[in-house]
């Protein structure tokens, strides 16, 4: 039974630059990255050590606390360098790459037949497990754990974010093989969110749900919220589209290939770059831009709401789909704070006339004003659309009361659910990082 | 721009972190970030931002204001002048006189509040080591248009730092105070300095001498004299049709176009129903007011209005049957308190003849609502959003509750005929509370799907 979503709150940024629906591919980075920055929680143990030779899909470092979970190199290589930040935590592992890669083998799996166990099993020692994100709490999954139901969106609104729709539409194949191995893992269902005209519309072994309406409609956590909102104690995991095919593909060919499609989007993009690019995880971004002045131009590996901040040299993220250049917004603005002026800027304010300018817009990333104490009520709900009180819910984080977060529906967010919030509010409160502190602090009173 | 640029940046060099007067930093950032918007670019979070900010904010609000503030201005010096001149009526007085008079009576008053409460914030500022926020641009105009015109100085400027220290520092600063803080200065100086902030006297420029009089529409409806125009079948009942005084009041010749156009004595600004509307509409349209608290403010002094006057006509005909019936003659109800005494009535029954003669009871609910600053107080001081409930259902609970209670307070209590201001700082305290139970019905659902959930699984 499929039960339809339609979103009505949220906002829809037009912005610039966005990427044809074109697939290239990229040069091979001579360098790649695992970063355990990206695995939100993690403490890396390392098994291999700085110039040790790595198959592609051979573990390099394991969560300590959960040590089944492996993190495996995406090429085959030698580790050239593990860079290393303030006491000594792992920010990097740098693997000089092989001119073509070699795999190991998991061997092939009849998904008809193998048992759970055995999934797991193959996602644990591949490394395809960290692609399985547990909420609440945006983490990689435990293990141990069995999951209420699995959700995958493959639907995109995100500003300028690579479309997942587009990407997975010629891995169908993979994805329904991926659909098929969660499936076993959960005792409830595989939920797909598409897009109202996906092709992903006919995969088998899940429920799917068409997602309609402006951002954050794509999120994931607003779609489980819609569908079948966590309650504590309860897990439930999320996997991202492409992320499906890479597992459909390691027990259809039995080798973890970290394929990942990026769209280079952003109005500091030239025109004729802003496409779809076939990389590998970790990839180095020299790859896909070059020598960017990085005072006048900001690099996110994600989009322009979510991402992560990337200096020359640096490496892709381990799950975005997007990598996106917007110019840096360090200049001031003579009375700036006049109403009805500077309408180039998208807006749901009232004092700004943006609405009646059509078309996308350029923007940059200045902050447009400076941190106040909350004053304005009622714009956050305008955002978010989850039956969740978000500025109760943020002071509550804020103060650190664990039973008040728990009422007002902490176990149900992620950070990013919360970016239009830190896009929006007039405060300038960093909504995000709030909300990301409240679950970590969550994470260490509760588990 | 580029030059004025370069010279402020010189003109802060002292102020930067490490520099000699770094503790003095939000002072200059202050007038700096008002002239600029500062070249801060995003560390964390999306790195994108919308371009409203809290200044941008509170100045639309100044904006929305500055209707009622011009039209206050020329009507402080119109009601003095035609009165002092002995004219026929406001209109009488030539547009700039009254302009100019009523801003040289009413500019030290915002004068003074601004120096005052800003000197409080900026040293409050300085001392917590935060910028100085913006609420206070809307607070310090907002407290010289609700006093009388009149009032000394001193008198405000101590009623602005009562509210400053009081009603907003005490609790936190910007975003954490109960009470709005405009309001908190009112009711100070009208517990204080009651003779300078209630009576019959003040409410127009030197109202208390013999040759003005300062009575407000309020004031005499609540004293039963009230002798202007009043509209729809009112006009005919008890209460105001009695025999003409022997000298007409001042307000003998208003009706419902006056009040409406705010050409009515009263506070500095808060006459005028028309450029409150109009402020309104700009609150609304660029959502930086709820419109959900001003519709629902005025639907509940409606509502209260009109079950008042349902008692009012009830007494009316009370009376009226009585008179037809022979055991009393309507000139006697209104002159002679001992024929009525005589009468004998008891119990409800002379409640009935209280209610019939009394004008608060009979004045039509629709024209309550622009008489007095109900209107003002519902779309400039209730939706302050800090002292405001914040949640969306909870704005129409408070709302509604406003206008009831202001009425209420209007109606029940001649000693404090202007009601709204009591309403409005009830409400404020009471916000936390409606938020609160609307919220839990939130929690409550939570729980209950977390009880469902959870049989599920047992019966599984």
């Known amino acids: 039974m499929s039960k339809d979503i339609r979103v009505r709150r949220g906002l829809d940024l037009k912005l610039e630059g966005d990427a044809d629906k074109t697939i290239v591919d990229a040069p091979r980075s001579a360098v790649y990255a695992i970063k355990p920055s990206d695995f939100h929680a993690v403490v890396p143990k390392l098994i291999l050590k700085e110039g040790a030779?790595?198959?592609?899909?051979?573990?390099?470092?394991?969560?300590?606390?959960?040590?089944?979970?492996?993190?495996?190199?995406p090429v085959s290589g030698t580790i050239s360098e593990i860079v290393r930040g303030a006491k000594r935590r792992i920010l990097e592992v740098r693997i000089q790459a092989d001119a073509t890669s070699e795999y190991v083998d998991h061997g092939?799996?009849?998904?008809?037949?193998?048992?759970?166990?055995?999934?797991?099993?193959?996602?644990?020692?591949?490394?395809?497990?960290?692609?399985?994100?547990?909420r609440p709490y945006d983490i990689v999954a435990n293990s141990e754990d069995t999951p209420k139901s699995i959700f995958i969106s493959a639907y995109t609104t995100a500003p300028l974010a690579g479309d997942v729709d587009f990407i997975t539409a010629d891995k169908k194949e993979a994805f329904q093989a991926g659909v098929d191995a969660l499936s076993k893992l959960t005792s409830g269902k595989v939920h797909v969110g598409v897009g109202t005209d996906s092709a992903l519309g006919t995969i088998n072994n899940a429920v799917v749900h068409k997602v309609k309406g402006p951002h954050p409609a794509g999120n994931v956590g607003i779609q489980i919220h819609k569908i079948d909102p966590i309650n504590f104690g309860e897990k439930v995991w999320v996997v991202g589209a492409e992320d499906v095919a890479t597992i459909g593909n390691l027990f259809l060919t039995g080798k973890f290939l970290a394929q990942r499609t990026v769209a280079l989007v952003g109005s500091e993009v030239s025109p004729a770059n802003r496409k779809y690019y076939r990389t590998i995880?970790?990839?180095n971004v020299d790859t896909l831009v070059k020598d960017v002045n990085t005072t006048e131009t900001r690099i996110i590996s994600g989009d322009v709401l979510t991402g992560?901040?990337?200096?020359?040299?640096?490496?892709?993220?381990?799950?975005?789909?997007?990598?996106?250049?917007?110019?840096?917004?360090?200049?001031?603005?003579?009375?700036?704070?006049?109403?009805?002026?500077?309408?180039?800027?998208?807006?749901?304010?009232?004092?700004?006339?943006?609405w009646l300018k059509g078309g996308k817009s350029k923007v940059d990333t200045n902050l447009n004003g400076e941190e106040r104490a909350l004053v304005v009520t009622g714009e956050m709900e305008e955002v978010l659309p989850m039956d969740i009180y978000p500025m109760q819910l943020i002071k509550a984080c804020m103060a650190g009361d664990i039973e008040k977060m728990e009422n007002l529906g902490i176990y149900e967010v992620a950070p990013e659910d919360f970016a239009l919030v830190d896009y929006i509010n007039t405060s300038k409160l960093e909504a995000q990082e709030v909300i990301r502190l409240g679950l970590d602090l969550m994470i260490t009173e509760v588990g | 721009m580029k030059w004025v640029r370069n010279k402020l940046d010189q003109v802060r060099k002292p102020f930067e972190p490490g520099e000699k007067y770094e503790k003095f930093a939000p002072a200059i950032n202050a007038f700096d970030t008002f002239l600029f918007t500062p070249n801060h670019t995003t560390q964390k979070g999306a790195h994108i931002r919308d371009v409203v900010d809290l200044k941008r904010t509170m100045i639309t609000v100044v904006l929305a204001l500055i209707p009622a503030l011009i039209f206050g201005m020329w009507n402080s010096g119109a009601q003095y002048l035609y009165q002092e001149r002995g004219l026929a009526s406001v209109f009488d007085v030539p547009f700039m006189d009254a302009f100019i008079e009523g801003a040289i009576l009413v500019l030290p008053l915002i004068i003074v509040s601004y120096v005052v409460g800003l000197t409080i914030e900026f040293i409050f500022a300085i001392y917590r080591g935060h910028e100085v926020n913006e609420g206070y641009l809307v607070t310090g105009l907002l407290i010289p248009m609700i006093f009388p015109v009149d009032i000394p100085l001193w008198m405000l400027a101590l009623s602005v730092a009562f509210a400053v220290l009081i009603g907003k520092e005490a609790f936190g600063g910007t975003g954490m105070n109960i009470l709005n803080p405009a309001l908190t200065a009112r009711a100070f100086a009208f517990f204080a300095y009651p003779l300078y902030m209630s009576g019959n006297a003040i409410w127009v420029h030197e109202g208390s001498t013999d040759a003005v009089s300062g009575e407000t529409i309020l004031g005499a409806l609540a004293s039963g004299t009230y002798d202007g125009s009043v509209d729809g079948a009112a006009a005919s009942s008890v209460a105001f049709s009695g025999p003409a005084p022997s000298e007409a009041s001042v307000l003998a010749n208003i009706d419902f176009y006056d009040m409406f156009m705010g050409f009515i004595p009263g506070s500095v600004a808060e006459t005028s129903a028309l450029m409150v509307i109009i402020g309104a509409i700009?609150?609304?349209?660029?959502?930086?007011?709820?419109?959900?608290?001003?519709?629902?403010?005025?639907?509940?002094?409606?509502?209260?209005?009109?079950?008042?006057?349902?008692?009012g006509t009830m007494g009316s005909n009370f009376i009226e049957g009585l008179v037809a019936s022979g055991q009393i003659t309507m000139e006697q109800v209104y002159n002679d308190a001992g024929a009525v005494a005589a009468l004998g009535l008891s119990g409800w029954d002379a409640t009935l003849i209280e209610l019939g003669t009394n004008q608060l009871f009979n004045f039509p609910f629709w024209q309550h609502m622009v008489v007095g600053s109900i209107l003002f107080g519902v779309v400039f001081m209730a939706t302050d959003p800090v002292s405001a409930a914040q949640t969306t259902k909870g704005k129409w609970i408070y709302g509604i509750l406003i206008g009831f209670f202001g009425i209420l307070i209007r109606i029940f209590n001649p000693a404090y005929p202007e009601g709204i201001m009591l309403a409005i700082l009830l409400l404020n305290v009471f916000a936390p509370t409606i938020d609160h139970y609307v919220v839990q019905g939130n929690v409550n659902k939570r729980k209950k799907r977390l009880n469902a959930a959870k049989a599920q699984l047992q019966t599984a």
Not at chain 1, 54 to 72: I, L, N, Q, R, T
Not at chain 1, 315 to 343: D, V
């Open chain 1, 53 to 73: 030779k790595v198959k592609a899909g051979e573990p390099v470092f394991y969560s300590k606390y959960d040590e089944p979970v492996k993190f495996v190199s």
């Open chain 1, 108 to 134: 092939t799996i009849d998904l008809a037949t193998a048992d759970a166990a055995t999934i797991k099993t193959t996602l644990l020692e591949s490394g395809c497990w960290p692609f399985i994100i547990q």
């Open chain 1, 281 to 283: 995880i970790g990839a």
């Open chain 1, 308 to 354: 992560d901040k990337l200096d020359n040299g640096q490496f892709l993220n381990y799950y975005s789909n997007t990598l996106t250049l917007i110019p840096e917004g360090n200049e001031y603005a003579l009375l700036g704070w006049l109403p009805f002026t500077r309408n180039n800027i998208p807006s749901i304010s009232g004092t700004s006339l943006s």
């Open chain 2, 282 to 311: 700009i609150l609304i349209a660029t959502k930086v007011g709820s419109w959900r608290i001003i519709v629902g403010g005025v639907l509940g002094g409606l509502a209260m209005g009109a079950i008042f006057n349902l008692f």
